[in-house]
């Protein structure tokens, strides 16, 4: 394989690390050194691999699964909710123009595999458990190529990937149509804009959660808020309290919805959201100004 070729399989490997770790600053490094130990090979070594894709596809996983381990015991020590670092639609703000191509954020597909749900679900998850489940059912790798990366036998790698599987459906709502979600995020925001909790509680439903991350980087609730009325009345709180000149806007957040905050040309918080029917389920919201770097250009 060309140099070039080896550099255009960095776009699968962004997709895959961001999948796995639900940060695209930790997919970037993983992919970095994935391509460091790469070049430290020896000529000769190089050409002797037979799929040099496959060959990069497997040690940036086993670099994923290993940080995946250590995320754990960091993620312990965290203050508040961790959540997954949110994506945008680079479109959005480029006129539909190709967005540059030497951005990462370009080279992840938002797909079902990357909205904010999913990858929440997937922290829930062992290492081994999420690698095995992204490799076979968002990559399509067989098992016995996945049993080389996890040290496990591929039976042993079909149960993770079946386990999963389980867990992933059980915890998905049924679809909504993007426009229908779109109408309730636009109806939320224009309801939190003129405070009015009893049209927020309507678009809520009644059993809803809100998770935010401030990383103790940014001020925000430390523990989830449960409860469509109480997340209104919060979401009243917060309108207030916003630095005045605050403005919200819709946006694209890992491939659906959602709205971003901002205030003299920073983006403060990124909202993502799951809507089922017309209720708004799951609001998640991140601040912590690490993971927003992506959006400072929004």
């Not at 039976?155 to 709502?173: E, F, G, T, Y």
């Amino acid at each position: 394989m060309t140099t070039p070729a080896i550099v255009n399989e960095r776009r699968q490997l962004i997709n895959l690390a961001y999948r796995l770790l639900g940060s695209l600053a930790e997919a970037e490094d993983a992919v970095q050194e994935t391509y460091a130990r790469w070049y430290a090979m020896p000529r000769e070594q190089q050409r002797a691999i037979e799929s040099p894709g496959a060959w990069l596809t497997t040690v940036a996983s086993r670099i994923c699964l290993n940080l995946l381990g250590s995320a754990r015991a960091r993620r312990e020590r965290y203050v508040g909710e961790w959540l997954p670092e949110p994506l945008p639609d680079r479109t959005e703000w480029t006129g539909g123009a190709p967005a540059d191509p030497a951005d990462p954020a370009d080279r992840v597909t938002l797909d079902e595999s990357v909205n904010m749900a999913f990858l929440v679900m997937l922290e829930s998850m062992t290492p081994a458990e999420r690698v095995a489940f992204i490799l076979h059912d968002v990559f399509r790798y067989p098992f016995a190529e996945i049993a080389e990366i996890v040290g496990r036998t591929p039976a042993a790698c079909r149960q993770l990937a079946s386990s999963a599987r389980r867990r992933i459906r059980a915890a998905q709502p049924p679809a909504t149509p993007p426009a229908r979600q779109a109408a309730v995020v636009r109806a939320f925001k224009a309801a939190w804009e003129a405070k009015d909790v009893d049209a927020l509680i309507g678009l809520l439903d009644p059993g809803a959660t809100a998770v935010a991350d401030g990383g103790g980087l940014a001020t925000t609730f430390l523990q989830p808020i449960e409860g469509g009325a109480r997340i209104a009345r919060a979401w009243v709180e917060i309108a207030e309290r916003a630095p005045r000149d605050t403005t919200f806007l819709e946006r694209t957040v890992n491939g659906r919805p959602g709205l971003v905050a901002r205030h003299a040309g920073r983006t403060l918080t990124v909202f993502a959201f799951t809507v089922t029917g017309d209720r708004i389920t799951r609001i998640w919201v991140v601040r912590n100004p690490e993971k927003l770097r992506q959006w400072m250009t929004a």
